[in-house]
């Protein structure tokens, strides 16, 4: 599920970007190469990024394995930092990119949290 959510979203990112570039005369006609290769490299990011967490903190057979990897948390702040990177001086596909892995942790995540464990809101267990 997330590399097919996320390579939709690299085609929705790109569409926009692109008619945005032909409104302001930076670009004459559509490039569905463009759009073509942003969509597969979206979903290798979803793709690459879904397992993150699990490899991180692996169940290991533990059903109570989540910690700060799988809170509510880190995936708010993984977020806010593809968010916040919009506001940098990042090249406009690394932004993307940011996003892009943001998204696929976070469905993981979305995922997760719809099993009886649910998620952690740190995950730091406090003694």
């Not at 989540?66 to 506001?87: E, F, M, N, Q, W």
């Not at 090249?91 to 998620?119: C, F, R, V």
Request: net charge negative; charged share 20%.
């Amino acid at each position: 599920m997330n590399t097919a959510v996320c390579g939709l979203a690299g085609a929705i990112i790109n569409i926009f970007r692109q008619i945005n570039r032909i409104d302001r005369g930076e670009q004459d006609k559509f490039n569905l190469w463009e759009l073509g290769l942003d969509t597969i490299g979206a979903a290798g990011i979803g793709y690459l990024t879904a397992g993150v967490p699990d490899g991180l903190e692996p169940s290991d057979d533990n059903p109570n394995h989540r910690g700060p990897c799988h809170s509510v948390a880190l995936g708010t702040l993984l977020g806010i930092v593809a968010l916040k990177s919009y506001d940098t001086t990042l090249p406009e596909k690394a932004k993307d990119a940011l996003a892009i892995g943001a998204l696929s942790y976070n469905l993981h995540l979305l995922s997760d949290a719809q099993t009886p464990k649910g998620l952690p809101l740190t995950g730091i267990k406090l003694k």
